[in-house]
């Protein structure tokens, strides 16, 4: 076991490609220290999930990287990684606006309506993880997303507010640090508990489709290596990975 501390150093950047691609050129150089944070005020080329973009007025969110190396961590159990980030930034939501909840596998919606996606990239050395890179983009005070952004919302439109992003980070940084700590002493059970209890439709029956079309099922749980249980009216139990699944 040992502790993490996050944000030491942050690195600020008042435009870039991608956060996530900054911190992997600076990993290639073996010149950044585990903690360390990319924060820009734009990206040009900011990274989503399966290769779609995520798009971000300039100075109005906060876009950030976290570089991690948590060699002790089994790359069969990456996903435990994913379940912290995904417990922190719910968290940090949470305290400002509710309901707050993780929409498989680690988008975050705030009264059903996607404000946060995460970007996890690790590199495997043998059965371990050698290092991640963990971007994170969160809707702070923007009103305005182009039409192609899938049911977005922000911070600001849901309260009403406008936020100091100085202090938010602050405030997002200590919530990853306690919940990444979770990770670097080995909580997997505490881990694995938060993330279910708020987890989208957890224990609820739902229409979903497949490859092979729509079904009714309810998620029963998630596995150790990241992918849905989803159990069926006839008692069948179904695993899928990431886009092998569609909510209705």
Same mark, same amino acid.
């Given at each position: 076991?040992?502790?993490?501390?996050?944000?030491?150093?942050?690195?600020?950047?008042?435009?870039?490609?991608?956060?996530?691609?900054?911190?992997?050129?600076?990993?290639?150089?073996?010149?950044?220290?585990?903690?360390?944070?990319?924060?820009?005020?734009?990206?040009?080329?900011?990274?989503?999930?399966?290769?779609?973009?995520?798009?971000?007025?300039?100075?109005?969110?906060? +876009?950030?990287?976290?570089?991690?190396?948590?060699?002790?961590?089994?790359?069969?159990?990456?996903?435990?990684?994913?379940?912290?980030?995904?417990?922190?930034?719910?968290?940090?939501?949470?305290?400002?606006?509710?309901?707050?909840?993780?929409?498989?596998?680690?988008?975050?919606?705030?009264?059903?309506?996607?404000?946060?996606?995460?970007?996890?990239?690790?590199?495997?050395?043998?059965?371990?993880?050698?290092?991640?890179?963990?971007?994170?983009?969160?809707?702070?005070?923007?009103?305005?997303?182009?039409?192609?952004?899938?049911?977005?919302?922000?911070?600001?439109?849901?309260?009403?507010?406008?936020?100091?992003?100085?202090?938010?980070?602050?405030?997002?940084?200590?919530?990853?640090?306690?919940?990444?700590?979770?990770?670097?002493?080995?909580?997997?059970?505490?881990?694995?508990?938060?993330?279910?209890?708020?987890? +989208?439709?957890?224990?609820?029956?739902?229409?979903?489709?497949?490859?092979?079309?729509?079904?009714?099922?309810?998620?029963?749980?998630?596995?150790?290596?990241?992918?849905?249980?989803?159990?069926?009216?006839?008692?069948?139990?179904?695993?899928?990975?990431?886009?092998?699944?569609?909510?209705?």
């Amino acid at each position: 076991m040992r502790s993490i501390t996050i944000g030491h150093p942050l690195i600020q950047l008042e435009s870039v490609d991608s956060t996530n691609v900054y911190a992997s050129r600076l990993i290639k150089k073996d010149d950044v220290a585990e903690g360390t944070v990319i924060l820009a005020v734009y990206q040009s080329q900011g990274k989503g999930q399966g290769g779609n973009q995520w798009i971000s007025e300039a100075g109005r969110n906060l +876009l950030l990287s976290l570089v991690l190396k948590p060699d002790f961590l089994l790359a069969e159990r990456q996903f435990y990684l994913s379940m912290c980030v995904s417990n922190a930034v719910r968290d940090f939501i949470a305290s400002m606006a509710h309901p707050a909840q993780i929409k498989w596998p680690n988008d975050i919606l705030l009264r059903g309506k996607k404000i946060s996606g995460l970007l996890i990239e690790n590199s495997i050395l043998e059965q371990y993880i050698k290092t991640a890179v963990v971007g994170i983009g969160i809707n702070i005070n923007q009103h305005e997303f182009p039409p192609e952004v899938p049911d977005p919302i922000s911070l600001s439109i849901a309260t009403g507010k406008e936020y100091d992003l100085t202090d938010l980070l602050s405030s997002l940084i200590k919530s990853l640090e306690i919940n990444i700590s979770r990770l670097y002493h080995e909580a997997f059970g505490e881990i694995k508990t938060k993330y279910l209890n708020n987890l +989208l439709r957890l224990n609820e029956w739902a229409v979903y489709a497949d490859s092979s079309g729509s079904f009714e099922g309810r998620i029963a749980d998630v596995a150790d290596s990241g992918e849905l249980m989803v159990v069926l009216r006839n008692h069948e139990m179904r695993y899928y990975g990431f886009k092998e699944i569609k909510f209705s």
